[in-house]
């Protein structure tokens, strides 16, 4: 028996941001928009790759009020996304041309977070930057 990541999820107060962030920012496409009862947008799933998708889910009434989780409180701490080492200045870059700040950073790995506030990581594991 094996495992292999089939979607995340992600809950999200405004499902138009997190859309531009995930698919104009990052580069993923739309899979599938869902709709509530009413047909109100309720979701957007975006691509990961060939097998897997983040599922944007609008998170609405008094949970959208909520505070966010802890950042160092248990729950998820972090999703990392995979990419090429030589592409690594260019997501640096294309990230500051859209104002995501790059938060933090390893010989691996770009820490950046979402309209929401919830940690991304672009990394090009076991592939180190030279020092």
Do not use: K, Q
């Not at 962030?21 to 799933?45: I, K, M, N, T």
């Not at 950042?71 to 972090?78: D, Q």
Request: glycine share 8%; proline share 6%.
């Amino acid at each position: 028996m094996s495992l292999r990541v089939h979607h995340l999820a992600v809950l999200v107060r405004d499902l138009a941001r997190a859309e531009h962030f995930y698919v104009d920012v990052l580069g993923c496409e739309v899979e599938r928009r869902w709709g509530d009862d009413r047909g109100a947008p309720r979701s957007v799933w975006v691509t990961l790759g060939p097998h897997a998708f983040l599922a944007l889910e609008l998170c609405a009434g008094e949970a959208a009020a909520a505070a966010p989780r802890a950042p160092l409180g248990p729950g998820w701490h972090c999703v990392a996304l995979g990419i090429e080492r030589a592409e690594r200045e260019a997501w640096r870059a294309r990230l500051g041309e859209h104002g995501v700040r790059v938060e933090r950073e390893s010989e691996f790995t770009l820490y950046i977070r979402d309209p929401d506030g919830n940690l991304l990581a672009l990394s090009h594991w076991p592939d180190a930057v030279p020092s």
